[in-house]
Every structure is written in structure tokens, then in C-alpha cells.
């Protein structure tokens, strides 16, 4: 996979030169050193999904060098209402378009096919499994595509990631970031231990479960 030169020093520009430092120094966002995925070759990032500050927190986080062939996962209906919109967003947030009412009639153009052919394209994702932008603090049901994307690629790591805060800062509906402390906490590039999705996806709750119970945060008591 050829590297886009001209894009990937925008991406640069864009999240590590301009987003970090103001998420950081005037909205509060706390980052890890994520050095350690220079070392992966391949990986899918899962993290939970409360503000629209996720996506910016998470591409300002990575290494710059790796940013250009990092793809959020994100809704064509949203981000690519308009064909002008999905170049924007294609260039600047590096995003892969799915759409979410796509079936599996629908051939290249089904959600999960166009993820796995980012997959072998050489791309790593950025995916948000429980779909939408939940009430700040809270933890919703996580859908299964993640596990039915990871049993059909046998190799491919994830990486969880648990971010507190950030729905405090900018929940759903909000229109400006209020300064607040928000972190982003990156657990260890993880093999699947099956091929099988449901045990995959039992694996990925443990996970994340265990990252609520470590950083403090409660998960929604409506999907116990």
C-alpha cells in the first residue's frame, strides 16, 4: 500500500500540529503515549462512543506517522450526506463511509464488505461497536459486527480503548467543548483467542467491563 504523501502530511497538520494541542490545553483531554502501535502492523481500535469529540481525541492520539492508514468507521447519512461532504470527510478525517441499513444484497457496497476490504487494502479502523453516542459516563450494548469482522480476518488485533470524560465535555446535542478533564485509556493490541464471533464478542465485554471497573466509570444499568 502506497502511502499518500500530500494526505497524510494534512492528517499531520490537522490532528497532531492543531486538534491535540487544543483538546488538550483548553479542553482538558489527557493522552497516553501510544508509541506502541508504530509496532503493529494491523489493528482494529474499539473504543465507547460519547461525544463527537471521540473520533478527533483518538486520530490527535496516534502516532502521526501512522495516521494516514488509521480509518474511522463512520455513517455515510451523517458524514457523507452529500457527495462534497464525503470528500471532505474522506480527506480530512480519513473516514471509511458505511451505510448502517445496508444488507448483504447489497454486495461491495454492504457495510461489513467494505470494511473487510479496508481490512485487506492494508488499513487499520477506528469503530465504535455500540453504534451511536450514548448519555455521558454510560456504556451501552455493544453490536456484534466487531466479532463477525474479527472471526473473518483470523490475525487482525484489536485495541480497546475506554475514554472518560468526553461526553462531560461535549455530550450529544452539545455545540461547544467545555473544558473539562477527559482521558483516553488504551489497552494492549489483543488476538482473538477463537474464530468464533460470540466468543469473541465475550471477549471484547470482558474487556471493556474490566476497563469500567478499573477507571471508575458505570455502565448503563439498562443493559445488564
Not at 480509518?71 to 478525517?93: C, H, M, Q, W
Request: net charge neutral; with cysteine.
Amino acid at each position: 500500500m502506497q502511502k499518500p504523501l500530500i494526505k497524510s502530511i494534512c492528517l499531520n497538520i490537522i490532528y497532531k500540529w492543531l486538534w491535540r494541542p487544543v483538546l488538550k490545553f483548553f479542553v482538558g483531554i489527557q493522552y497516553p503515549d501510544c508509541s506502541f502501535l508504530r509496532n503493529e502492523k494491523q489493528f482494529v481500535i474499539i473504543a465507547n462512543h460519547n461525544s463527537h469529540l471521540d473520533t478527533l481525541s483518538l486520530q490527535s492520539a496516534l502516532p502521526g506517522d501512522i495516521l494516514w492508514r488509521v480509518r474511522p468507521v463512520a455513517a455515510e447519512d451523517y458524514f457523507g450526506n452529500t457527495k462534497l461532504k464525503a470528500k471532505l470527510s474522506n480527506f480530512f478525517i480519513n473516514t471509511l463511509l458505511i451505510n448502517r441499513k445496508s444488507k448483504k444484497e447489497d454486495g461491495p457496497n454492504y457495510s461489513m464488505n467494505k470494511m473487510l476490504k479496508a481490512i485487506d487494502d492494508g488499513y487499520s479502523l477506528i469503530l465504535f461497536p455500540e453504534g451511536s453516542r450514548g448519555e455521558p459516563e454510560q456504556m451501552s450494548k455493544m453490536k456484534s459486527g466487531i466479532a463477525r469482522l474479527l472471526a473473518q480476518r483470523p490475525g487482525l488485533k484489536y485495541v480497546p480503548v475506554f475514554m472518560t470524560g468526553m461526553g462531560t465535555s461535549l455530550p450529544k446535542g452539545g455545540m461547544v467543548p467545555l473544558p473539562y478533564n477527559a482521558t483516553l485509556h488504551f489497552g494492549k493490541p489483543t488476538l482473538p483467542e477463537t474464530d468464533d464471533s460470540y466468543a469473541i464478542m465475550d471477549q471484547i465485554e470482558k474487556d471493556f467491563a474490566n476497563m469500567v471497573e478499573q477507571y471508575g466509570i458505570k455502565e448503563d444499568e439498562d443493559d445488564d
